[in-house]
């Protein structure tokens, strides 16, 4: 069935790059996105990458995806406080999101 | 105006009872789901409806039972609430499968049964 993984936690500090990876399963998937959670608050999107992509950048965020390896990474340059949260790496086909368990960035200042 | 809006914001309630969480999205998407997120964050879906009509659902038990009145809401009710049931649970909306633009979501509703 579908799967996402990402590692758990990731520290920073301020200033410098955090790149957030995840793996997925499901190799018809057509879109990819990502999502930011902040405490006590829903998903926002971020950003998001059509499959036939190799990279997106918007601002800060760099989306880098390889199909063949079934990975996807974010990039956020310059890493502030305010960016501390959980990021989700999400792939959808059709009407069905499937989440990873999100990556909690703690930004140290 | 809030996006997609869910009512209440907490709900604590006894085991047994029987309890109703209300969505409501003012984006015209057509479809709406219901999402559960448990205490290690991770989210699970449990419904989802697109022009009213039931699309997604998930293994979940038929203690849960959603309904949709009209695509702009997607309500919750939940019969003999257990433990377990303590998350939070979100809403989210999207036009279509929400390619390309992704979901909108609530802020959240969470849910704590002692």
């Known amino acids: 069935g579908e799967d996402v993984e990402q590692s758990l936690f990731l520290s920073v500090r301020e200033g410098d790059s955090s790149v957030i990876n995840c793996t997925y399963t499901?190799?018809?998937?057509?879109?990819l996105y990502w999502y930011k959670q902040e405490p006590g608050a829903g998903l926002q999107l971020l950003t998001y990458i059509f499959s036939n992509m190799d990279m997106k950048q918007d601002q800060r965020l760099t989306v880098l995806l390889n199909k063949k390896d079934k990975h996807l990474s974010l990039r956020i340059a310059d890493t502030q406080t305010g960016d501390s949260a959980i990021y989700f790496c999400?792939?959808?086909?059709?009407?069905?999101?499937?989440f990873g368990a999100g990556t909690r960035l703690f930004v140290k200042a | 105006d809030t996006a997609v809006s869910q009512t209440p914001k907490y709900l604590v309630t006894q085991m047994g009872n029987d309890k109703s969480i209300k969505c409501e999205q003012n984006?015209?998407?057509?479809?709406m789901y219901w999402y559960k997120q448990d205490s290690k964050k991770f989210l699970k879906i449990m419904f989802s409806y697109n022009n009213k009509e039931l699309i997604i659902n998930e293994t979940v038990p038929n203690r849960f039972s959603p309904k949709s009145p009209d695509k702009a809401h997607l309500n919750l009710h939940i019969n003999s609430l257990e433990l377990g049931d303590s998350a939070v649970y979100f809403c989210?909306?999207?036009?279509?499968?929400?390619?390309?633009?992704?979901?909108?979501f609530g802020s959240g509703t969470r849910l704590t049964v002692v």
């Open positions: 984006l015209g998407h057509d479809t």
């Open positions: 989210a909306s999207s036009q279509g499968g929400g390619e390309g633009y992704g979901y909108t």
């Open positions: 999400a792939e959808s086909g059709g009407f069905k999101t499937i």
């Open positions: 499901d190799s018809s998937s057509t879109y």
